[in-house]
Nanobody, 130 residues
Framework: QVQLVESGGGLVQPGGSLRLSCAAS????????IAWFRQAPGKDREGVSC????????YYPDSVKGRFTISRDNGKNMVYLQMNSLKPEDTAVYYC???????????????????????WGQGTQVTVSS
């Protein structure tokens, strides 16, 4: 059974840090590109980080660049998102996702893509508030 299970969300003060984890099961993680998305209330889901399958290159939108870091441990079938210097606008449900394609963010189209050979987690809530 294929599963992605996120953990590590919670309430944190502005300027604080959180590390999200995503446990993958039922498939071999190193065959997939990986990504984290988020969705705030009333907003569309947006990509916040991704890592290609082939060369491990990463992409971050300007909103999180320099603050968020995506990583993977293929041996443990785990994906991580380290989030530092958190802001209230980072409040959202965060989702782990994987795709069998080589990449998830395509710069030529400024587009994120999780296709029919990809999987999503159920999400973990991150709230940044004082």
């Amino acid at each position: 059974q294929v599963q992605l299970v996120e953990s590590g969300g919670g309430l944190v003060q502005p300027g604080g840090s959180l590390r999200l984890s995503c446990a993958a099961s039922g498939f071999t993680l190193d065959d997939y590109a990986i990504a984290w998305f988020r969705q705030a209330p009333g907003k569309d889901r947006e990509g916040v980080s991704c890592m290609s399958r082939s060369d491990g290159s990463t992409y971050y939108p300007d909103s999180v660049k320099g603050r968020f870091t995506i990583s993977r441990d293929n041996g443990k079938n785990m994906v991580y998102l380290q989030m530092n210097s958190l802001k209230p606008e980072d409040t959202a449900v965060y989702y782990c996702a994987v795709d069998r394609g080589g990449d998830i963010y395509y710069s030529d189209y400024d587009s994120w893509f999780i296709g029919p050979l990809g999987y999503w987690g159920q999400g973990t809530q991150v709230t940044v508030s004082s």
